[in-house]
Nanobody, 127 residues
């Protein structure tokens, strides 16, 4: 079964850090672009960051530039999102995603399409 599994979410204080992981099972992540998205209560899902399959290009939302870093470890079949200088407005469910042409509903990040999602991990930034 093909799966994306996020982990690493939790509670952080403003100014703190968290590292999210997106692990793949059933397929090799390094063949695919990977994106991180987030959705806060009552808000639309938005692209946070994404990286191409060959890691030649990364993209960040303006709201996280300079604070978040996306990276991939192909040996571990995992993509990471390092989140530093967290703000309360970063509070959301974070999802990793890729494109597998399985849905007519998709989101964009960095000009790339994403339509296959993990279950999400909650990030809460609060003092």
């Amino acid at each position: 079964q093909l799966q994306l599994v996020e982990s690493g979410g939790g509670l952080a204080q403003p100014g703190g850090s968290l590292r999210l992981s997106c692990a793949a099972s059933g397929f090799t992540l390094d063949d695919y672009a990977i994106g991180w998205f987030r959705q806060a209560p009552g808000k639309a899902r938005e692209g946070v960051s994404c990286v191409t399959a060959d890691s030649s290009n990364t993209n960040y939302a303006d709201s996280v530039k300079g604070r978040f870093t996306i990276s991939r470890d192909n040996a571990k079949n995992t993509v990471y999102l390092q989140m530093n200088s967290l703000k309360p407005e970063d509070t959301a469910v974070y999802y990793c995603a890729t494109y597998r042409a399985v849905s007519s509903s998709y989101y964009y990040c960095g000009g790339l399409l994403f339509d296959y999602w993990g279950q999400g991990t909650q990030v809460t930034v609060s003092s």
